[in-house]
Nanobody, 129 residues
């Protein structure tokens, strides 16, 4: 059974950091692109980062570039999203998702959310003083 479980969210002050985890089960991360998405209240869900499995490249939206990093631990079958220099605009529910097996890459991940076939339940990140 394919599952993605996010953890690591919470309340943090502006300028702080959090590391989100996306633990996968029922499949091996090696063969799938994994994306991180977020949805703030009243806004559409947006892609923030992606880890490509076919070449190991990483991708970031302009809003998080230089502040967020994404990494994968094959032994733990987990993808991490390290978030630094957080601002209130980063407040959202964060989701990780697995892209379908025929597309082990990140190209178009922000506009092609329909290409991600399994999603986690989300973890809340709140940035506030």
């Amino acid at each position: 059974q394919v599952q993605l479980v996010e953890s690591g969210g919470g309340l943090v002050q502006p300028g702080g950091s959090l590391r989100l985890s996306c633990a996968a089960s029922g499949f091996t991360l090696d063969f799938y692109a994994i994306g991180w998405f977020r949805q703030a209240p009243g806004k559409e869900r947006e892609g923030v980062s992606c880890f490509s499995s076919n070449d190991g490249n990483t991708y970031f939206s302009d809003s998080v570039k230089g502040r967020f990093t994404i990494s994968r631990d094959n032994a733990q079958n987990t993808v991490y999203l390290q978030m630094n220099s957080l601002t209130p605009e980063d407040t959202a529910v964060y989701y990780c998702a697995r892209r379908r097996s025929s597309e082990p890459y990140c190209s178009g991940y922000r506009s092609m959310q329909y290409a991600f076939d399994y999603w986690g339940q989300g973890t809340q990140v709140t940035v506030s003083s």
